[in-house]
Nanobody
């Protein structure tokens, strides 16, 4: 089982920036496909961005050009750089790791975009 711990959430004004981090346990990190998802109140959890073991990235249309996912295999960490934040980005953000047919989720970190 891979354990994931997110950090970096908080309150930010519209137009501001935040960087989320997700630290994974275990040296198998480089074999994990990683992703960020989010869930707003009353809505289903949705994909934000993913990054493969080879560094290929994929983004939801709503965040393209504003968010950047990256990974540091030496630090067992995946990041989500969020710029030009909007009120509709407010949600709990979850880190996800996939390997084979298995996956693991973090506990989530709250991001609130409000003036």
């Amino acid at each position: 089982q891979v354990q994931l711990v997110e950090s970096g959430g908080g309150l930010v004004q519209p137009g501001g920036s935040l960087r989320l981090s997700c630290a994974a346990s275990g040296s198998i990190f480089r074999f994990l496909a990683m992703g960020w998802y989010r869930q707003a109140p009353g809505k289903q959890r949705e994909l934000v961005a993913t990054i493969s073991t080879g560094g290929n990235t994929n983004y939801a249309d709503s965040v393209k050009g504003r968010f950047t996912i990256s990974r540091d295999n030496a630090k067992y960490t995946v990041y989500l750089e969020m710029n030009s934040l909007k009120s509709e980005d407010t949600a709990v953000y979850y880190c996800n790791a996939k390997w084979g047919v298995r996956d693991s989720w973090g506990q989530g970190t709250q991001v609130t975009v409000s003036s």
